[in-house]
Nanobody, 124 residues
């Protein structure tokens, strides 16, 4: 089992920045990969970014590429999502997810563990 706890959400003005953090505990292995997803009001959960546990590989949704950066700290078992140049359409509940495979994927159904989510609100 892997437990995931997100933190760092909040309210920010458009153009601002936020850093989300996901703390993983339990059976965390080097073969895992981690992802961030978000769910906007009335929308399906969507992929935001993913990273291999080693940190060597990352992948981003086109909508956040160049604005968001995913990073990991193996020593602390944390995965962060730095969000810059935030837009009102980035408003969503953001979820951290983990899967017991090293291949990065965008399909939420392929992730095994989920955090409870953290609200991000971007005002215009």
């Amino acid at each position: 089992q892997v437990q995931l706890v997100e933190s760092g959400g909040g309210l920010v003005q458009a153009g601002g920045s936020l850093r989300l953090s996901c703390a993983a505990s339990g059976r965390t292995f080097s073969s895992n990969s981690m992802g961030w997803f978000r769910q906007r009001p009335g929308k399906e959960r969507e992929f935001v970014a993913a990273i291999s546990w080693s940190g060597h590989y990352t992948h981003y949704a086109d909508s956040v590429k160049g604005r968001f950066t995913i990073s990991g700290d193996n020593a602390k078992n944390t995965v962060d999502l730095l969000m810059n140049s935030l837009k009102p359409e980035d408003t969503a509940v953001y979820f951290c997810a983990a899967r017991t495979r090293h291949v990065l994927v965008v399909d939420a159904a392929l992730y095994d563990y989920w955090g409870q989510g953290t609200q991000v609100t971007v005002s215009s």
